[in-house]
């Protein structure tokens, strides 16, 4: 299967090194902008629109919410396959609702990867059988909250105590977190929506590391779901999960056999 590589980041680069050496995935193709290169040895053809893309299969997008808003449309409405992590995209209605107009009229699929946490196959499938609430927190060390909107409603290297400061829905979350907004959005699209579903975000000074703690209860019973992420060794800002999500989703893209 022969595969389009989005990007050049440090989540680029990791899925580029073991598409190397995965059996039945070719990387055949890196889409990055005008004027720049890979950030990685390849033996990929590089092309820089994506009208430059030629005969691949999947398409892996690792660029964030802009690799997507540029190139997404053109690919799907091709009829290509595109794995994305950037589920903050679809916060965007205008920009959901081109992407899946575009997948609709040219026979093109999108798959959003899990990313920075798992549980959401068990979100998806207490849906189908009646999901009533959800839940997604999200605890970082106050330093990682440095740049967002965070700093206008705490002074974040005084706090002593985990200080939450953000509560509200999934689409607010994306609108006011835009680099910080993919799990949530994950979550929403995987359960009952942007507007349903509740996210906290806290800076504590006692966290260690960023966790992602995702709540349900519905007809199907309930649980929680907590997951500490560890970055990638090249990146504190990258998660070393969504990268390995990604991967499995193209894995999944060439298997014979998926377990879902």
């Given at each position: 299967?022969r595969?389009?590589?989005?990007g050049?980041?440090?989540?680029?680069?990791?899925?580029?090194?073991?598409?190397?050496?995965?059996?039945?995935?070719?990387?055949?193709?890196?889409?990055?902008?005008?004027g720049?290169m890979?950030?990685?040895?390849?033996?990929?053809?590089?092309?820089?629109?994506?009208?430059?893309?030629g005969?691949?299969d999947?398409?892996?997008?690792?660029?964030g919410v802009?690799?997507?808003?540029?190139?997404?449309?053109?690919?799907?409405s091709?009829?290509?396959?595109?794995v994305t992590?950037s589920a903050?995209?679809?916060?965007?209605?205008?920009?959901?609702?081109?992407?899946?107009?575009?997948?609709?009229?040219?026979?093109?699929?999108?798959?959003?990867?899990a990313?920075?946490i798992?549980?959401?196959?068990?979100?998806a499938?207490?849906?189908?059988g009646?999901?009533?609430t959800?839940?997604?927190?999200?605890?970082k060390?106050?330093?990682?909250?440095?740049?967002?909107?965070?700093?206008?409603?705490?002074d974040?290297?005084?706090?002593?105590?985990p200080?939450?400061?953000?509560?509200?829905?999934?689409?607010?979350?994306?609108?006011?977190?835009?680099?910080?907004?993919?799990?949530?959005?994950?979550v929403?699209?995987?359960g009952i929506?942007?507007?349903?579903t509740?996210?906290?975000?806290?800076?504590?000074?006692?966290?260690?590391?960023?966790?992602?703690?995702?709540?349900?209860?519905g007809?199907?019973?309930?649980?929680?779901?907590?997951?500490?992420?560890?970055?990638?060794?090249?990146?504190?800002?990258?998660?070393a999960?969504?990268?390995?999500?990604?991967?499995r989703?193209l894995?999944?893209?060439?298997?014979?056999?998926r377990?879902?």
């Amino acid at each position: 299967m022969r595969v389009c590589l989005i990007g050049r980041g440090p989540i680029a680069r990791f899925v580029a090194a073991r598409l190397e050496a995965a059996e039945g995935l070719d990387l055949a193709e890196v889409l990055v902008r005008p004027g720049t290169m890979p950030g990685f040895a390849s033996g990929a053809r590089v092309v820089h629109e994506a009208a430059g893309v030629g005969d691949v299969d999947v398409v892996a997008d690792c660029a964030g919410v802009g690799g997507l808003a540029a190139h997404g449309e053109a690919l799907l409405s091709r009829g290509l396959r595109l794995v994305t992590l950037s589920a903050a995209a679809f916060a965007d209605a205008a920009l959901e609702a081109s992407l899946l107009a575009a997948a609709r009229a040219g026979g093109g699929r999108i798959t959003i990867a899990a990313g920075a946490i798992g549980a959401v196959d068990a979100l998806a499938a207490a849906r189908a059988g009646g999901l009533e609430t959800v839940r997604y927190t999200g605890r970082k060390p106050p330093a990682g909250w440095a740049g967002t909107a965070a700093e206008a409603v705490a002074d974040l290297s005084a706090l002593t105590e985990p200080f939450v400061h953000y509560e509200g829905d999934a689409r607010e979350a994306a609108r006011r977190y835009p680099k910080n907004a993919n799990v949530a959005a994950t979550v929403a699209l995987a359960g009952i929506g942007f507007e349903a579903t509740t996210v906290r975000l806290v800076a504590d000074p006692r966290a260690t590391a960023n966790t992602h703690t995702l709540e349900a209860e519905g007809a199907f019973g309930r649980f929680t779901a907590t997951f500490e992420a560890r970055a990638l060794p090249d990146n504190p800002r990258s998660s070393a999960l969504a990268a390995m999500s990604m991967v499995r989703a193209l894995l999944d893209e060439a298997a014979p056999l998926r377990v879902a």
